[in-house]
């Protein structure tokens, strides 16, 4: 590594260890951090694709145009109080640090407006917050309640500013879950406490500051604006002056060719990133052929039986699966971090299967980011582990499962709906975790548990990751009400890919069906509702199922209608199948024109378990036939009854 991007010192530790414990010996305000962020001036901070070239921005430019920004500022907003606070509505870009600073250096507090959020929800804010002006780009911002100020306005020119107090505090916003979003507020001395976490993270994981070719350059994907962004990659890594790679556009291809052409070394992300880069990976491999697919599985099932001796299987990892990283991201790659919700274990196994490093972590705006997994064990990567609290942060696990956390680094205040609430002893999460084998892991949201009509209790986070099929965008399981029989119905709602038509739709049903079955849901999933939109909305990069349920039961999605779908086959004899359609209609208590001749017991009608072992009993009577014990898995439409039945009949069954 090049000693020159660390201050001097002999190594990594060394910078880190002295940069921190000075920051910690300052006053520890905003213009003590901002000091201590641009004093390496040479150091690469930005890196950007032009056409064919790379451009560059070293932190002293970056340190001097913020400077001027500044002083554009003041002028600008001088009769502005101190402590106002300032909206920033800005793509993540070198203009946003600049803006970011330049709004503390003045004295105002910078309010990171989520531009993945609607106009309603940010202007509520706006309003909420007494927000004085909002900086913004040079058109396209939307009617905000207060005056905008445009990147033009701020341009920096040859007047630099001479800084007085800086602003005290960031105002962050939630990604919103209700109409007011939450805004939480942080202080140089909260981020203080994160900065030496980082520190220790870094003493503690060696992975974590590995450079390549003397260089650690983080992909900028997430937004500054959010937590995990502003944290975990701005904060973290711009203290100790490392570069940061920006993204032109979020396009699949751009991103992937800014990773390997600038050879990025960390990427930090949420879920649905890893989800889609794994899916195209497999797709890749598949295209292949099955004899390379073959291949493949055959190479993660040794990596598997190879896992439980660390050296002889990163050896393994990083031989056998060559090829596959270089269709992805490369050899650059020394840490990846997911957050943000929940991640499979799939996911997990496959990056850290193939040779990567990709650890899960935890953290939410109200609390800042509070731990990740730092074992480079496989078995702790690869299960969902989000490690142990940060020393500045403690957990505990309430009597009902949720997760608390409370210490020194979380947000000072919260604002909701123009109420203010101050930093208390323990925050709850809404979370539900488990401790188990010196680690924590994550099961899901408390409120995104389903609590059918039959009481029983159906945790989405822990089946979603199973399901799925071709032809299908998202999947959802969310709990819609059944005021017929009380509490929530479980539904699951997936998006269909594009072309949607009979043919695609009824694969699509049917693959989820088979996929429910498999995994033991056919008799607790009531309904398959398949849409043509996109269960994202523009403010979304993860799947909020409470909003999901709301935009469904508002009419905000274009239900495919189940009329449309073929039958599963044809044959069945008319007679017989009229008469399983009564005993369906008899055991739900419907007229038996309600019931189609493809209809499924449960996902169609709604019915029970109960209720169908009602049926089959009858059955087996009528026709001195035994079903098979999974038949509520396996058999639950009334045509497939049908014909398990004339087999039966015909000793045609295996």
């Known amino acids: 590594m090049r000693n020159n991007t660390i201050g001097g010192f002999p190594n990594i530790d060394a910078f880190v260890t002295s940069k921190q414990e000075r920051f910690s010996a300052s006053r520890k305000d905003f213009g003590a951090l901002f000091g201590f962020m641009f004093s390496e001036e040479e150091n690469i901070m930005f890196e950007a694709s032009e056409g064919y070239r790379i451009v560059k921005t070293t932190y002293g430019e970056c340190r001097r145009n913020i400077e001027r920004r500044a002083a554009k500022l003041a002028s600008r907003l001088s009769a502005e109080g101190a402590d106002s606070a300032i909206g920033i509505y800005l793509p993540n870009s070198r203009e946003w640090i600049e803006v970011f600073w330049a709004v503390l250096m003045c004295g105002f507090r910078p309010l990171l407006l989520n531009g993945r959020l609607d106009a309603g929800s940010l202007s509520r804010a706006i309003a909420d917050l007494n927000v004085r002006a909002v900086i913004a780009p040079d058109s396209g911002a939307p009617d905000f309640p207060a005056p905008i100020v445009t990147l033009s306005d701020i341009a920096p020119g040859s007047e630099t500013f001479a800084p007085g107090e800086f602003g005290s505090e960031i105002l962050v916003m939630s990604s919103g879950t209700s109409d007011r979003v939450k805004v939480c507020a942080y202080t140089a001395e909260e981020f203080s406490y994160m900065i030496a976490d980082s520190c220790r993270i870094i003493r503690d994981c060696p992975a974590i500051k590995k450079h390549y070719k003397g260089q650690l350059k983080l992909l900028t994907f997430l937004p500054f604006c959010h937590i995990f962004g502003l944290v975990a990659v701005y904060i973290w890594f711009a203290f100790f002056s490392r570069t940061f790679v920006l993204l032109s556009d979020m396009d699949p291809d751009t991103i992937m060719n800014t990773i390997r052409r600038h050879e990025v070394t960390h990427i930090f992300a949420v879920p649905m990133f890893w989800n889609t880069v794994r899916r195209e990976a497999l797709k890749t491999i598949r295209s292949r052929g099955e004899a390379t697919y073959a291949r493949f599985e055959k190479g993660m099932r040794i990596m598997r039986k190879l896992a439980a001796v660390p050296v002889l299987g990163s050896a393994f990892r990083r031989l056998a699966f060559r090829e596959v990283r270089g269709g992805m991201f490369g050899e650059s790659i020394c840490f990846l971090i997911s957050g943000g919700s929940e991640i499979s274990p799939a996911v997990l196994e496959f990056f850290n299967g193939i040779g990567y490093r990709l650890a899960n ?294």
């Open 361 to 654: 972590g935890y953290g939410m705006t109200e609390i800042g980011i509070t731990s990740v997994e730092l074992s480079g064990r496989f078995s702790l990567l690869a299960s969902g582990s989000v490690g142990l609290p940060f020393r500045s942060v403690e957990y505990r696990i309430d009597p009902e499962g949720q997760l608390l956390v409370r210490g020194r680094s979380t947000a000072r205040r919260i604002f909701e709906g123009g109420t203010e609430t101050e930093r208390g002893e323990w925050f709850a999460t809404g979370d539900l975790a488990e401790y188990k084998n010196n680690r924590y892991y994550i099961l899901g949201r408390k409120d995104d548990i389903i609590i059918s009509p039959t009481g029983e209790n159906l945790n989405p986070c822990l089946v979603e990751d199973r399901l799925g099929a071709d032809g299908v965008r998202e999947c959802c399981l969310v709990g819609l009400p059944n005021e017929e029989k009380g509490g929530d119905e479980p539904v699951l709602i997936a998006s269909l890919k594009a072309p949607v038509n009979a043919e695609t739709a009824g694969k699509a049903y049917d693959a989820l069906r088979k996929s429910l079955a498999e995994n033991g849901l056919r008799d607790r999933v009531t309904r398959i509702v398949l849409v043509r939109e996109s269960l994202l909305s523009g403010s979304d990069f993860k799947l909020n199922r409470g909003r999901i349920a709301k935009r469904f039961m508002e009419g905000g999605f274009t239900v495919i209608d189940g009329n449309d779908l073929p039958a599963c086959g044809e044959g069945a004899d008319a007679e017989l199948l009229a008469h399983i359609r009564g005993l369906f209609a008899k055991a739900l208590g419907k007229d038996v024109s309600e019931i189609g001749e493809n209809s499924d017991f449960f996902l169609d009608e709604g019915g029970t378990s109960l209720d169908f072992f009602g049926v089959v009993s009858e059955l087996q009577r009528e026709y001195d036939i035994t079903f098979p014990a999974d038949s509520g898995q396996s058999l639950s439409r009334a045509d497939e009854i049908a014909r398990f039945i004339e087999k039966a009949a015909d000793g045609k069954l295996p």
